[in-house]
């Protein structure tokens, strides 16, 4: 299996890599970088009494996600990336020092896109492109497999289902 991940990463790079691409990627990866652009997507909509609930939501999904994905998944799984694999690729961000499955920047993404969607967000699709273009990323960058950015999705989804469970949990307790 990982021979034909190998395939896919390595096809991004020889037809799909450009010198824009390059300067594209390595900055929608560090929009991701942290769950960033998903923590202050959380937090502006903490500022807005319509949306307040809804940050609340982004962020509990991010904080699960943190728990299943970077301290859970990663640790138990153990992969090493491809970049580590096939060093005959130059990486344009530094290497990361955890393990590869599953995608941290892309389980944050789809945890807080997902949020926003359950959350009855209007344009959380805008949400989804990038969501999508940072998963892209990390593939166009060598550091993920593509089975690596299916279960970040997976652990995204997952992630503001569980949040949303236990927040209307909560929300009837208080009723």
Same mark, same amino acid.
């Given at each position: 299996?990982?021979?034909?991940?190998?395939?896919? *990463?390595?096809?991004?790079?020889?037809? =799909?890599?450009?010198?824009?691409?390059?300067?594209?990627?390595?900055?929608?990866?560090?929009?991701?970088?942290?769950?960033?652009?998903?923590?202050?997507?959380?937090?502006?909509?903490?500022?807005?009494?319509?949306?307040?609930?809804?940050?609340?939501?982004?962020?509990?999904?991010?904080?699960?996600?943190? *728990?299943?994905?970077?301290?859970?998944?990663?640790?138990?799984?153990?992969?090493?990336?491809?970049?580590?694999?096939?060093?005959?690729?130059?990486?344009?961000?530094?290497?990361?020092?955890?393990?590869?499955?599953?995608?941290g920047h892309t389980a944050?993404?789809?945890?807080?896109?997902? +949020? =926003?969607?359950?959350?009855?967000?209007?344009?959380?699709? =805008? +949400?989804?492109?990038?969501?999508?273009?940072?998963?892209?990323?990390?593939?166009? *960058?060598?550091?993920?497999y593509p089975t690596d950015? *299916?279960?970040?999705?997976?652990?995204?989804?997952?992630?503001?289902?569980?949040?949303?469970?236990?927040?209307?949990?909560?929300?009837?307790?208080?009723?």
């Open positions: 299996m990982r021979e034909v991940e190998l395939i896919v *990463l390595d096809f991004i790079q020889q037809y =799909l890599r450009t010198p824009i691409g390059d300067v594209v990627m390595t900055v929608i990866t560090k929009l991701g970088d942290g769950g960033f652009c998903w923590i202050v997507t959380g937090i502006s909509l903490l500022m807005s009494k319509k949306y307040r609930k809804v940050g609340i939501f982004v962020l509990a999904s991010l904080c699960i996600e943190i *728990l299943l994905c970077n301290v859970i998944l990663k640790n138990v799984v153990g992969r090493i990336r491809p970049c580590d694999v096939s060093n005959t690729i130059q990486l344009l961000i530094p290497r990361p020092k955890d393990y590869s499955f599953p995608s944050a993404s789809f945890a807080a896109v997902t +949020a =926003l969607y359950l959350g009855k967000v209007k344009r959380w699709y =805008l +949400a989804l492109l990038l969501a999508v273009a940072i998963a892209f990323s990390r593939l166009y *960058l060598y550091v993920h950015i *299916l279960g970040g999705i997976i652990v995204g989804v997952i992630s503001a289902v569980i949040a949303k469970y236990y927040i209307e949990k909560i929300n009837k307790r208080k009723k």
